[in-house]
């Protein structure tokens, strides 16, 4: 079965810094995937999408991720954190079934940004 | 505008009572989808609708209930509310292309 695994539940950085948050991705063939952002007491948001082609994808607020089918991952990156930026980042990936939408996420790395 | 709405955004419900959660999209997508949330876990797929009049079920569709009378409207429904149903509940539309728009959510606590 397509599935995503974010291996840190929490990440801790200070303000200023760099991040990387880590997606592995299990999935027949080449996925669709995706991040999404969820703030304190919100919904999901879309962060960025990746479809087949450059591997690098930007989204909002300065974020961008990187698609590998080598390594099967699709990291999560920012060049420099915002206290703003404090919230649950989860990875999600297409089922591989014929049901259009339906979307299978990770669990979710809960970032938490320090000054 | 927010496009996905729910009500109520928090309920506190009684063991054993009925529960209906509503979802209202103006996004004119077809799709429309019903997460759960735990604390500390992601989002698990419970029932979802491509067309009005016709839902499917998810990955734990059991103890709930959908229903889709509208493209614009997707009710959950908890028939006997359990303890182990206390979380917070996603509404989610897409058109054909996978991307989801999610409404705010509804806090439930069963008691």
């Known amino acids: 079965a397509q599935s995503v695994t974010q291996p840190d539940a929490r990440v801790t950085v200070s303000e200023g810094a760099s991040l990387q948050l880590r997606c592995k991705y299990s999935?027949?063939?080449?996925?669709?995937l995706f991040w999404y952002v969820q703030y304190p007491r919100q919904g999901l948001q879309l962060l960025l999408k990746?479809?087949?082609?450059?591997?690098v994808v930007q989204g909002v607020n300065g974020f961008e991720a990187e698609f590998s089918k080598s390594n099967s991952s699709f990291h999560l990156r920012k060049a420099s954190v915002h206290w703003s930026d404090w919230a649950v980042y989860f990875c999600?990936?297409?089922?591989?079934?014929?049901?259009?939408?339906?979307?299978?996420f990770g669990r979710g790395t809960r970032l938490q940004v320090y000054a | 505008e927010a496009a996905v709405t729910q009500s109520p955004r928090s309920k506190v419900a009684v063991t054993g009572g009925k529960v209906t959660l509503s979802c209202h999209q103006t996004?004119?997508?077809?799709?429309m989808y019903w997460y759960r949330q735990d604390t500390g876990h992601g989002l698990r797929l419970i029932h979802y609708?491509?067309?009005?009049?016709?839902?499917e079920k998810g990955d734990i569709p059991d103890g709930y209930k959908a229903s889709r009378p509208s493209q614009e409207n997707f009710s959950l429904i908890l028939e006997l509310a359990s303890l182990s149903q206390t979380a917070v509940y996603f509404c989610?539309?897409?058109?054909?292309?996978?991307?989801?728009?999610f409404g705010p959510g509804t806090r439930l606590t069963v008691l």
């Open positions: 989610a539309s897409s058109p054909d292309s996978d991307e989801q728009y």
């Open positions: 999935y027949f063939g080449t996925p669709y």
């Open positions: 990746y479809y087949p082609g450059d591997p």
């Open positions: 609708s491509y067309v009005a009049d016709s839902t």
């Open positions: 996004n004119n997508h077809d799709y």
């Open positions: 999600a990936v297409p089922p591989g079934t014929q049901v259009v939408g339906q979307l299978t």
